[in-house]
C-alpha cells in the first residue's frame, strides 16, 4: 500500500526518533563509523552526479550516490576554505566564530576579528579582518566524538592553524601529514616538500591523494572493530595545478573548445581525486563494515575560476554564476552526498536546504549525543532530509566581508541570505551615502542570478534584509563600516589585482 505523500512526511520524524533510539541504546562499538570527505575548491558542476559535466570522470562519486542521497542544494558555509571547515568542526557560522578568510597559515597568531584601519579611497566600506586560528576552546565535534570512544583521525589539508592550532590540539588522535599549510606542499606528485612526510620510495611519482587514501585506509584497518570518526580533507582540487602526466594527456585529447570545462590538468585533478573516494570505498567494502560506516561527501567552497591552467580557468560553475570567493552560486553551491546506512534512501535526491554548519548538530542527533551545556549551534538537524523529508529552516546566510580584487564577478563586503526561491545579497554601504546596496534574484527561475529584481522588488529586499539584519545581531558579528576616506572620484584598480602577500607561518 502506497502511503498518501503528506502522511509519509508526517511520520518522518517518528521513524527518526526509532533510528535515534536505537542507535543511543547501541553498545559503544556497535555506534556507526562516520568518514567525512571534504573536497578543496571542488564546484557544484565539476561531479558527475550533478549532471553537469561532460568531461571530468567521477565513477567513485557516482558510486557513493547509488548508496546515499545527493544534495542539489548544499552550501558551504563561506566561499573561501578555512570558515567553511570551522563552520563543520564547530557548527557555527563564520560570521559568529570571527573567521572569515583563509589566514590561517598566516604568522600572526589572532583570535578575535578586527575592522580594517583603513581602505583605499575606492572602497566604500571598511572591511573586516579575520582571526587567524581556530580557538581551542571550541568544543569540536571530534571532541565531541572522541569523548563516546571514537578513534578520531585527520588525513589531509587543515588550514586552521599550526600547533598548538592543529588537529592533534582538536580533538584527533591522529593526523597525516599533519601540515598547516593552505595546499599541498610543493606539488600534487612526489616528491613533495612536507617537512615530515615523504612520498613511498616503492612509487614512483606517487600522487598525494593515493598516498593519503593509502592512510586513511590503514586508520580504517586499525579501528575496524571499534567506531570512528575519520576526516579525509583533500589536498584535491586547489592549486598548485599538476597531476600524472598519462591522464594530462589522455583528456588533453577530449577536449571540447566549446566546453568551459576545457583544462586537462584539471579533469586530471578530479579523476585522482576520485580515485580516492573510490579507494576508501574499496576498504570498507573490503573491511565488511560498509553497514555501519557514514559518509559525507562534500566541498569547502565552489570551483575556481580566477586562476589560469593550461591557459583557461581551471573549471566552469555553469549554469551558476561566480565561483570561489564570491556570495554568487557559484562560491557556495556544492557538490555534496551523505550515505548513511539505515538512515538514507540509496540513490535518492534532495533539494532540501543544507550547510555545512548542520552536520554537527545532525551528527550528534542521529547518535543521540548531548551537546555541551549553552553549546551555540548556527546549523540545523538534518535527520529528516537525510530520510528525504523536510527541515525546520526557511533560509540560511552567508557571511563575507571581503573584496577580493582578483577574483571574476567578485563583491565588495557582503553578506547573503537564501531561500528556496529567494537570494537576497546586501552589499555593505554600496550604495549612496553609506547606505547598503541590494542585489535581489529568484533562483527558481534565475538560477544563474542574471537579473537584478531589487529595484522591482522593494517590498521582498526590505523583508528579507530584516532577516539578515537579524541573523547579525543573533551571532554578534563584527561587521564592515563606511570608509571615511571613500573618494568617488578615485581611479579603480583593474580586475586581476593583486594584493601583497602576508607572511606565512613557517613550516
Known amino acids: 500500500m502506497k502511503l498518501p505523500s503528506g502522511l509519509l512526511h508526517r511520520m518522518l520524524p517518528a521513524f527518526a526518533a526509532i533510528i535515534s533510539f536505537q542507535t543511543a541504546n547501541a553498545s559503544p562499538s556497535e555506534r556507526p563509523n562516520i568518514i567525512f570527505i571534504l573536497a578543496d575548491d571542488l564546484g557544484w558542476s565539476d561531479v558527475s552526479f550533478n549532471g553537469k559535466t561532460k568531461f571530468y570522470h567521477t565513477p567513485n562519486l557516482e558510486r557513493l550516490a547509488k548508496r546515499g542521497v545527493v544534495f542539489s542544494r548544499a552550501y558551504s558555509a563561506s566561499p573561501l576554505c578555512s570558515p567553511t571547515r570551522a563552520s563543520i568542526l564547530t557548527g557555527q557560522n563564520p560570521a559568529r566564530i570571527g573567521l572569515t578568510a583563509p589566514d590561517c597559515h598566516m604568522e600572526k597568531v589572532k583570535l578575535k576579528p578586527s575592522l580594517q584601519a ?203 554564476r561566480g565561483g570561489k570567493a564570491t556570495l554568487f552560486e557559484g562560491g557556495i553551491r556544492v557538490p555534496c552526498v551523505v550515505s548513511w546506512p539505515g538512515v538514507t534512501k540509496a540513490g535518492s535526491k534532495s533539494d532540501v536546504l543544507i550547510e555545512t554548519t548542520d552536520f554537527y548538530p545532525t551528527f550528534l542527533s542521529l547518535l543521540q549525543l548531548k551537546p555541551q551545556p549553552g553549546r551555540i549551534f548556527d546549523g540545523v538537524d538534518l535527520s529528516s532530509a537525510f530520510q528525504g523529508g523536510e527541515v525546520d529552516r526557511k533560509e540560511l546566510f552567508s557571511f563575507f566581508p571581503h573584496s577580493p580584487p582578483i577574483v571574476p564577478d567578485h563583491l565588495p563586503p557582503s553578506v547573503s541570505l537564501t531561500t528556496k526561491d529567494w537570494k537576497l545579497i546586501r552589499i555593505f554601504h554600496g550604495g549612496n551615502n553609506g547606505a547598503h546596496a541590494y542585489q535581489l534574484y529568484h533562483l527558481g527561475n534565475d538560477i544563474g542570478e542574471s537579473h537584478n529584481l531589487a529595484s522591482d522588488q522593494p517590498a521582498k529586499v526590505a523583508e528579507l534584509d530584516a532577516k539578515i539584519e537579524s541573523f547579525l545581531r543573533h551571532t554578534k558579528a563584527l561587521v564592515p563600516q563606511p570608509n571615511p576616506d571613500y573618494d568617488p572620484k578615485a581611479p579603480v584598480p583593474a580586475p586581476g589585482h593583486k594584493q601583497k602577500p602576508r607572511r606565512a607561518v613557517k613550516p
Not at 588537529?167 to 606539488?187: E, I, K, N, R
Not at 566546453?259 to 579523476?271: G, I, K, L
Open 118 to 320: 583603513k581602505a583605499p579611497p575606492h572602497s566604500k566600506a571598511l572591511m573586516c579582518e579575520s582571526i587567524t586560528r581556530l580557538d581551542t576552546t571550541y568544543f569540536t565535534l571530534a571532541e565531541a566524538l572522541k569523548d563516546e570512544g571514537y578513534a578520531t583521525g585527520h588525513f589531509g589539508k587543515w588550514h586552521l592553524g599550526p600547533p598548538p592550532y592543529s588537529p592533534l590540539d582538536q580533538g584527533f588522535d591522529v593526523d597525516v601529514p599533519h601540515w598547516a599549510g593552505p595546499g599541498p606542499a610543493g606539488s600534487f606528485v612526489a616528491p613533495w616538500k612536507f617537512p615530515d612526510f615523504d612520498a613511498d620510495p616503492s612509487v614512483p611519482g606517487q600522487h598525494i591523494e593515493d598516498r593519503m587514501a593509502h592512510e586513511a585506509s590503514a586508520f580504517m584497518e586499525k579501528n575496524k572493530d571499534r567506531p570512528f570518526y575519520l576526516n579525509y580533507w583533500m589536498f584535491s582540487v586547489h592549486a598548485p595545478f599538476d597531476a600524472k602526466k598519462k591522464r594530462i594527456e589522455h583528456y588533453r585529447g577530449k577536449i571540447d573548445p566549446k566546453d568551459a570545462q576545457r583544462s586537462p590538468t584539471y579533469a586530471a585533478m578530479v579523476e585522482s581525486m576520485d580515485d580516492a573516494v573510490g579507494t576508501l570505498l574499496d576498504t570498507i567494502d573490503r573491511l565488511g563494515i560498509a553497514d555501519r560506516t557514514a559518509i559525507i561527501f562534500i566541498s569547502d567552497n565552489g570551483g575556481n575560476m580566477y586562476d589560469k591552467v593550461d591557459g583557461v580557468p581551471p573549471t566552469s560553475n555553469r549554469p551558476l
